[in-house]
């Protein structure tokens, strides 16, 4: 299974507020994760790093292999981390307001557990299609769930930015949470909303099927495409290749 990631600050941002990391428990599981700091005039690095950072560090002193133990530690985890993004934003008057998406996968033998809060997004690579797996939780998406606004009319919304759903700001902290079965050759690919914001779903799928880049090619192919189509946001892309045969199968 090979790992990489890239964050990139993009084209008009003083700082980057993404985050990314990935970690492995004592049961040999791992962990990657994916944060995108919204709000305070330094709050959001702080608040990605503290998810990413803290989260990654009690998870590598876990010891549990199966999915329903990552989904119970996943909720409690959200929980915790949300109350002390809200207590260190009332410590500090210029981290007022300040709160984070994320998006993370655990892996298993023959399954993985997809994982969300926000507008960060988590895609399934399989046999040449492209699968969004996460629901962004934000109000353009209510809107197009109601029918209001289509897809197209969403990525170019006024008010697209509004997220319904975070880490920090608001005491209610509910992940999403979903298991899929994994097949060899698939990828995965976690991402902030600076990349899928800038390039749109048919050329993320071009990428991953490229044959002749390792998944580090495939981070640095998405960051230089999100930058060429502007770069307005912080980018960051994470991608997971799973290589030769998965247990189970």
Same mark, same amino acid.
Request: glycine share 10%.
């Given at each position: @299974?090979?790992?990489?990631?890239?964050?990139?600050? #993009?084209?008009?941002?003083?700082?980057?507020?993404?985050?990314?990391?990935?970690?492995?428990?004592?049961? #040999?599981?791992?962990?990657?994760?994916?944060?995108?700091?919204?709000?305070?005039?330094? &709050?959001?690095?702080?608040?990605?790093?503290?998810?990413?950072?803290? @989260?990654?560090?009690?998870?590598?002193?876990?010891?549990?292999?199966?999915?329903?133990?990552?989904?119970?530690?996943?909720?409690?985890?959200?929980?915790?981390?949300? $109350?002390?993004?809200?207590?260190?934003?009332?410590?500090?008057?210029? /981290?007022?307001?300040? #709160?984070?998406? @994320?998006?993370?996968?655990?892996?298993?033998?023959?399954?993985?557990?997809?994982?969300?809060? &926000?507008?960060?997004?988590?895609?399934?690579?399989?046999? &040449?299609?492209?699968? $969004? /797996?996460?629901?962004?939780?934000?109000?353009?998406?209510?809107?197009?769930?109601?029918?209001?606004?289509?897809?197209?009319?969403?990525?170019?919304?006024?008010?697209?930015?509004?997220?319904?759903?975070?880490?920090?700001?608001?005491?209610?902290?509910?992940?999403?949470?979903?298991?899929?079965? @994994?097949?060899?050759?698939?990828?995965?690919?976690?991402?902030?909303?600076?990349?899928?914001?800038?390039?749109?779903?048919? $050329?993320?799928?071009?990428?991953?099927?490229?044959?002749?880049?390792?998944?580090?090619?495939?981070?640095?192919? /998405?960051?230089?495409?999100?930058?060429?189509?502007? #770069?307005?946001?912080?980018?960051?892309?994470?991608?997971?290749?799973?290589?030769?045969?998965?247990?189970?199968?």
């Amino acid at each position: @299974m090979d790992f990489a990631y890239r964050s990139d600050i #993009g084209q008009q941002r003083e700082e980057n507020e993404d985050y990314v990391g990935v970690f492995k428990n004592k049961a #040999g599981i791992n962990f990657a994760i994916v944060a995108d700091g919204i709000g305070g005039h330094q &709050g959001g690095d702080v608040a990605s790093e503290m998810a990413v950072s803290h @989260m990654g560090y009690r998870f590598e002193n876990t010891t549990f292999d199966q999915p329903t133990d990552a989904v119970k530690w996943l909720a409690n985890e959200v929980q915790d981390e949300n $109350q002390h993004i809200i207590e260190k934003a009332r410590e500090f008057s210029d /981290l007022k307001g300040m #709160g984070t998406t @994320m998006v993370a996968t655990l892996l298993f033998d023959g399954e993985f557990l997809m994982a969300n809060l &926000g507008d960060s997004r988590g895609y399934l690579f399989r046999e &040449g299609e492209l699968h $969004q /797996l996460t629901e962004d939780h934000s109000l353009v998406n209510e809107l197009v769930k109601r029918g209001e606004i289509s897809a197209e009319q969403a990525r170019k919304h006024p008010q697209k930015n509004i997220i319904t759903r975070t880490l920090g700001i608001s005491p209610d902290a509910d992940i999403d949470t979903n298991l899929f079965e @994994m097949d060899a050759g698939d990828q995965l690919l976690l991402c902030s909303d600076g990349l899928t914001n800038m390039v749109p779903d048919d $050329q993320l799928a071009s990428v991953l099927k490229a044959t002749d880049q390792t998944a580090a090619q495939k981070c640095e192919t /998405l960051i230089k495409m999100a930058n060429t189509a502007g #770069g307005l946001d912080n980018i960051t892309a994470l991608i997971v290749a799973v290589d030769g045969e998965v247990a189970g199968k």
